[in-house]
């Protein structure tokens, strides 16, 4: 069985991969701003484990340990989410600047700190002390520099607490993107046009809103909206530039990011062979080095948790406390609009006058040159990213973002201390961004389900296309507490999510009224999941590691079983690949050839081919492009056999035609893991030179499965390397807390020269694991560094 490989593997590569065994490395210091005595113990795979005298000196370690590990990557965070690029890297970021500052926090923040866990501002406060702390050390030669502040010729900053919550644009939100993709493509082709670039769930019938011309929506009006959220590029440094480029394509953009879901599931005692919950949860997002996430352990009077978050942040977004296990995936509710103004310079029409939008000046300081003197306007429903005042237009987005509450995941700090269900459903209730399937067990045995995250009430529309700013679309407030879907103790004693649509169908829940979405992941590695899981009457721990890392495709079954109702080609290498992909079961196993021929067919040309058909418009034809397997599917399922065939024969002939300019004529050696791998390289690389990028980067290992398994492995079309998919993955064993198993990727440090640098990445792509450790004797007997800390006099 898949489990039973998946504990041999975690076995053998912890053999060859942990450290040397013997006593731990022992070493003291002390630190200034430390109130106790504390103890940090690093076990074999970098994972810390901080013991400490009080919650606020828990929190503190973490922020210091987090600048010891991720000092570039967390100092980067801050600068590129407060607008302060350009001070540490010169001219070529003040667009990118000015674009991060129209989305930063600028409401009351006593209503935001009032929004978390009584407890969140001490957390940050003292995070925010700890990095700090840190960061003296650097400054004052105690701790060494990371070397990515001497590629950039820059210095890492102080923290201020209220930092952390301003910054709103690192979190996931939807669906401002795809309301100007599909306003483009219904100008050029109607509404019917867009059922192949995206499909809606539930059912719903598209419309234009009243008083919106499609036509009138640019296609760079997201372009600050894009820089805002974009990852910082080193190419400008690289070529010397003063200035960045233009934001990538938005079709590129949104194809990156549909492909950032999750996978979770919670499994009863009942169903499970240990006779205790199982909570399993692997979020999934660019995998890259250093790692999206961070695994961190606190101990302290009232405080014990232990799992994963972002490096950045106080506390964990998923884990445990001891007591309460918690897990999340996107659930994909409408959290943004995109507004359409008429203007008059600085003013827009609303409700028939004229309504002085509000500018703000700012200052961006730039390196080595004069600052730049800047304007930011907002109307009332958020910040103005495009202008036109030739034409009289201006848009603007409604976001989430604006609202107290919703910096990004630091609603878990109501689960830190959860102790049963009805915490669990008061952090429910105010958790803000990103919207969130949130699953739960506890050592009582119960197990759950909710739908979490700050949701609009449209009452006279869908979301799914702007609408004209003029007041008649405008939200009605927010769904109240309590009502979002959620699942008690399920009858069918698991409950798991990975994106799909899962809203209850009426008479249970009142979806088409509540209007939370219509925008989801392909349900391909939901039914996967499913499949599985109902095939287990009890599950192990072993059961969950290996479906995590299971890489069979609901999706390539489908096409294939279209593929099925076609006899042959007269083209000898269609129809060899024909009867690979007729024998084959879907599994996307690094030796398979039919897995790189199903991928680069369905993935790269099937859609190219059947938007061709569907729609003669070349504009449309554009603007849709490649379009995703499910809804190009979905549109084949529908046609008679002649339209049916010469698309799927056309793509399969250019895909091989493809496969062959890459892999050579032989097909027998087409295998998915010849295509398809895993390299990591830090976009600071670009800096760096030959020896020292080299070091930095990880790779190329083979990776089976794609977006459409439960391993999720989502790959870049230009070259097939893989750059979304599980940024950590963890089973929970819910009250036998010692026996879960985590693994990162590729490692929990930051610097390349670290041991723990790259260790996680060959466990991580061949599916194994290491222990999470959670009683003080399983840490102690791990260990590998252990750091004894007491307050500088």
């Given at each position: 069985m898949?489990?039973?490989?998946v504990?041999?593997?975690t076995?053998?590569?912890?053999a060859?991969?942990?450290h040397a065994?013997?006593?731990?490395?022992?070493?003291?210091?002390?630190v200034?701003g430390l109130?106790?005595?504390?103890?940090?113990i690093?076990d074999?795979?970098g994972i810390?484990h901080i013991?400490?005298?009080?919650?606020?000196?828990?929190?503190?370690?973490?922020?210091y340990?987090a600048a010891?590990?991720?000092l570039?990557?967390?100092?980067l965070?801050r600068?590129?989410?407060?607008?302060?690029?350009?001070a540490?890297l010169g001219?070529?970021?003040v667009?990118q600047?000015?674009?991060?500052?129209l989305?930063l926090?600028r409401g009351d923040m006593a209503a935001?700190?009032?929004?978390?866990?009584?407890?969140?501002?001490?957390a940050?406060?003292?995070?925010?002390?700890?990095?700090n702390?840190?960061v003296?050390?650097?400054?004052a030669?105690k701790?060494?520099?990371p070397?990515?502040f001497k590629?950039?010729?820059?210095?890492?900053?102080?923290w201020a607490?209220?930092?952390?919550l301003?910054?709103?644009?690192?979190a996931?939100?939807s669906?401002?993107t795809?309301?100007?993709?599909r306003?483009?493509?219904?100008?050029?082709?109607?509404v019917?046009?867009?059922?192949?670039?995206r499909?809606?769930?539930?059912?719903?019938k598209?419309?234009?809103?009243d008083g919106l011309?499609?036509?009138e929506?640019?296609?760079?009006?997201?372009?600050?909206?894009l820089?805002?959220t974009?990852?910082?590029?080193f190419?400008p440094?690289a070529?010397?530039?003063?200035?960045?480029?233009?934001?990538r394509?938005?079709?590129?953009?949104m194809?990156?990011r549909?492909?950032?879901?999750s996978?979770?599931?919670t499994i009863?005692?009942?169903r499970?062979?240990?006779?205790?919950p199982i909570l399993?949860n692997?979020p999934?997002?660019p995998?890259?080095?250093p790692?999206l996430?961070?695994i961190?352990?606190?101990?302290?009077?009232?405080?014990s948790?232990?799992?994963?978050?972002?490096p950045?942040?106080?506390?964990?977004?998923?884990?445990?406390?001891g007591?309460?296990?918690f897990?999340?995936?996107?659930f994909y509710i409408d959290?943004?609009d995109?507004?359409?103004y008429?203007?008059?310079g600085n003013?827009?029409?609303?409700r028939?006058?004229?309504e002085?939008?509000?500018?703000?000046?700012?200052t961006?300081p730039v390196k080595?040159q004069a600052?730049?003197e800047?304007?930011?306007?907002f109307t009332?429903?958020?910040p103005v990213?495009f202008?036109d005042d030739?034409?009289g237009l201006?848009f603007a987005?409604?976001?989430i973002w604006?609202e107290p509450?919703?910096?990004g995941?630091f609603g878990s700090?109501?689960?830190?201390?959860a102790?049963?269900?009805q915490?669990?459903?008061?952090?429910?209730?105010?958790?803000?961004?990103?919207?969130?399937?949130?699953?739960?067990?506890d050592?009582?045995g119960?197990?759950?389900w909710s739908?979490a995250?700050r949701t609009?009430v449209?009452a006279n529309w869908?979301g799914?296309m702007?609408?004209p700013?003029d007041?008649?679309?405008?939200w009605k407030?927010?769904v109240e507490d309590g009502?979002?879907?959620?699942?008690?103790?399920p009858?069918?004693?698991y409950?798991?999510?990975?994106?799909?649509?899962?809203?209850?169908?009426?008479?249970e829940?009142p979806?088409?009224k509540?209007k939370?979405?219509?925008?989801w992941?392909?349900?391909t590695?939901?039914?996967r999941?499913?499949?599985?899981?109902?095939g287990?009457?009890?599950?192990t721990l072993?059961d969950?590691?290996?479906?995590?890392?299971?890489?069979?495709s609901p999706?390539?079954?489908?096409?294939?079983?279209?593929l099925?109702?076609?006899?042959?080609?007269?083209d000898p290498d269609?129809?060899?690949a024909m009867?690979?992909?007729?024998?084959w079961?879907?599994?996307?196993?690094?030796?398979?050839?039919?897995?790189?021929?199903y991928?680069?067919?369905?993935?790269?040309h099937?859609?190219?081919?059947?938007?061709?058909a569907?729609?003669p418009?070349g504009t449309?034809?554009?603007?849709?492009?490649?379009s995703?397997?499910d809804p190009?599917?979905?549109?084949l399922?529908g046609q008679p056999?002649t339209?049916?065939?010469?698309?799927m024969?056309?793509a399969l002939a250019?895909?091989?035609a493809?496969l062959?300019?890459r892999?050579g004529p032989?097909?027998?050696?087409?295998?998915?893991?010849r295509?398809?791998?895993?390299?990591?390289v830090p976009?600071?690389?670009e800096?760096?030179?030959?020896?020292l990028?080299?070091?930095?980067?990880?790779?190329?290992?083979?990776?089976?499965?794609?977006?459409s398994?439960?391993?999720a492995?989502?790959?870049?079309?230009?070259?097939?390397?893989?750059v979304?998919g599980?940024?950590v993955r963890?089973v929970?064993?819910?009250?036998?807390?010692?026996?879960?198993m985590?693994?990162?990727?590729p490692?929990?440090s930051g610097d390349?020269?670290s041991?723990h640098?790259?260790?996680?990445?060959?466990l991580?792509a061949?599916?194994a694991?290491?222990?999470?450790?959670?009683s003080?004797?399983a840490?102690e007997a791990?260990?590998?560094t252990?750091?004894?800390?007491?307050p500088?006099p």
């Amino acid at each position: 069985m898949r489990s039973q490989v998946v504990l041999g593997l975690t076995a053998a590569l912890l053999a060859t991969t942990a450290h040397a065994a013997g006593a731990a490395r022992q070493e003291s210091r002390t630190v200034r701003g430390l109130e106790g005595p504390a103890e940090l113990i690093v076990d074999k795979w970098g994972i810390p484990h901080i013991y400490a005298a009080s919650a606020r000196d828990a929190f503190f370690l973490q922020g210091y340990n987090a600048a010891r590990d991720r000092l570039w990557q967390i100092d980067l965070w801050r600068k590129r989410g407060l607008g302060r690029l350009s001070a540490s890297l010169g001219p070529a970021y003040v667009a990118q600047d000015r674009a991060a500052r129209l989305f930063l926090y600028r409401g009351d923040m006593a209503a935001e700190w009032a929004a978390y866990d009584p407890a969140g501002k001490g957390a940050v406060q003292a995070f925010a002390a700890g990095v700090n702390a840190y960061v003296a050390e650097v400054r004052a030669g105690k701790q060494p520099l990371p070397v990515e502040f001497k590629l950039t010729d820059s210095q890492p900053e102080d923290w201020a607490p209220e930092d952390i919550l301003r910054i709103r644009s690192h979190a996931l939100v939807s669906n401002v993107t795809s309301e100007v993709a599909r306003a483009r493509v219904v100008c050029a082709g109607g509404v019917d046009a867009d059922a192949l670039r995206r499909k809606l769930e539930p059912a719903h019938k598209l419309a234009v809103p009243d008083g919106l011309d499609p036509c009138e929506v640019p296609a760079n009006v997201l372009d600050d909206y894009l820089r805002a959220t974009e990852p910082v590029d080193f190419k400008p440094l690289a070529s010397k530039s003063a200035q960045a480029d233009a934001p990538r394509p938005l079709a590129q953009v949104m194809d990156e990011r549909a492909a950032e879901g999750s996978n979770n599931w919670t499994i009863s005692a009942a169903r499970s062979a240990t006779g205790r919950p199982i909570l399993a949860n692997d979020p999934h997002r660019p995998v890259g080095v250093p790692s999206l996430r961070y695994i961190a352990h606190l101990e302290a009077p009232g405080l014990s948790i232990i799992g994963a978050g972002e490096p950045a942040l106080p506390g964990v977004s998923f884990g445990h406390n001891g007591t309460t296990a918690f897990g999340l995936t996107i659930f994909y509710i409408d959290q943004e609009d995109l507004y359409v103004y008429e203007t008059k310079g600085n003013a827009y029409r609303y409700r028939g006058g004229l309504e002085p939008m509000t500018v703000v000046k700012e200052t961006i300081p730039v390196k080595g040159q004069a600052a730049r003197e800047v304007e930011l306007h907002f109307t009332r429903h958020g910040p103005v990213v495009f202008q036109d005042d030739a034409k009289g237009l201006a848009f603007a987005i409604r976001t989430i973002w604006n609202e107290p509450g919703l910096a990004g995941y630091f609603g878990s700090s109501r689960m830190w201390g959860a102790k049963g269900w009805q915490d669990f459903q008061t952090a429910r209730d105010k958790w803000g961004a990103p919207p969130l399937n949130l699953v739960y067990a506890d050592t009582k045995g119960e197990i759950g389900w909710s739908a979490a995250g700050r949701t609009p009430v449209r009452a006279n529309w869908d979301g799914l296309m702007p609408v004209p700013g003029d007041g008649r679309y405008e939200w009605k407030g927010f769904v109240e507490d309590g009502g979002l879907p959620v699942s008690r103790n399920p009858k069918a004693g698991y409950f798991a999510t990975a994106n799909a649509m899962n809203i209850p169908a009426e008479p249970e829940y009142p979806r088409e009224k509540r209007k939370l979405g219509f925008e989801w992941a392909d349900p391909t590695r939901t039914q996967r999941i499913h499949e599985v899981l109902d095939g287990l009457p009890k599950s192990t721990l072993a059961d969950s590691m290996a479906l995590q890392t299971d890489s069979v495709s609901p999706q390539a079954r489908r096409g294939v079983a279209l593929l099925r109702t076609l006899s042959s080609s007269p083209d000898p290498d269609v129809a060899k690949a024909m009867n690979l992909l007729k024998a084959w079961d879907g599994a996307e196993t690094t030796d398979s050839v039919a897995a790189a021929i199903y991928e680069t067919w369905a993935v790269k040309h099937l859609g190219l081919h059947a938007v061709r058909a569907a729609n003669p418009s070349g504009t449309v034809r554009r603007l849709i492009g490649a379009s995703s397997p499910d809804p190009v599917l979905t549109w084949l399922e529908g046609q008679p056999s002649t339209v049916r065939a010469p698309v799927m024969l056309s793509a399969l002939a250019d895909a091989l035609a493809e496969l062959r300019g890459r892999l050579g004529p032989d097909m027998a050696t087409w295998t998915w893991g010849r295509l398809h791998t895993a390299k990591f390289v830090p976009a600071i690389a670009e800096l760096a030179d030959p020896t020292l990028a080299a070091r930095m980067t990880l790779g190329p290992l083979p990776a089976p499965g794609s977006s459409s398994t439960p391993r999720a492995a989502t790959w870049r079309a230009s070259d097939f390397t893989q750059v979304a998919g599980a940024s950590v993955r963890v089973v929970m064993d819910v009250g036998a807390w010692d026996n879960s198993m985590i693994i990162n990727t590729p490692g929990q440090s930051g610097d390349p020269d670290s041991p723990h640098y790259g260790d996680l990445f060959p466990l991580w792509a061949s599916g194994a694991y290491v222990p999470l450790r959670y009683s003080r004797a399983a840490v102690e007997a791990d260990a590998e560094t252990v750091i004894k800390l007491t307050p500088a006099p």
